[in-house]
């Protein structure tokens, strides 16, 4: 019995347009990591979205830049571990990061200052010599 072209035809194109599905969604389908860190300088604040750049991801990304979404972020610290608020970071802190990522977006739940300084701190708090 001869099969026709045009009966193969069709479960051809249905084979080849599943194998062609399967292989674009691995190739272009930005995954999520759900505990992903990174290391950057602020370069923006704009209501509870920083912006960092120069940064460094656990993804091993470089140079990246990631939108960081500051509304789940239950810890904002300093490097020594001391609360601050969301108000006391400022353009040009470098900042490590922790959350889920999505994309360019990191949906923060920690954020730790390596720039703050107490507004306590003064000049009769540095020891003499």
Do not use: C, W
Not at 91 to 101: L, P, Q, W
Request: charge should be positive; aromatic fraction near 8%.
């Amino acid at each position: 019995m001869k099969l026709s072209k045009s009966r193969l035809f069709l479960p051809i194109s249905i084979i080849l347009l599943i194998l062609l599905t399967v292989i674009s969604f691995f190739l272009f389908h930005e995954k999520n990591i759900s505990d992903f860190n990174a290391f950057g300088t602020v370069s923006k604040i704009e209501n509870k979205t920083i912006t960092i750049n120069n940064a460094t991801g656990s993804d091993k990304s470089k140079n990246s830049t990631f939108n960081i979404n500051t509304d789940n972020a239950s810890r904002i610290e300093t490097k020594s571990y001391k609360p601050i608020l969301l108000t006391d970071i400022n353009i040009g802190d470098r900042i490590a990061v922790k959350g889920e990522k999505k994309g360019d977006t990191i949906y923060a739940n920690r954020i730790i200052s390596f720039s703050y300084i107490s507004q306590a701190s003064t000049t009769k708090d540095i020891p003499k010599k």
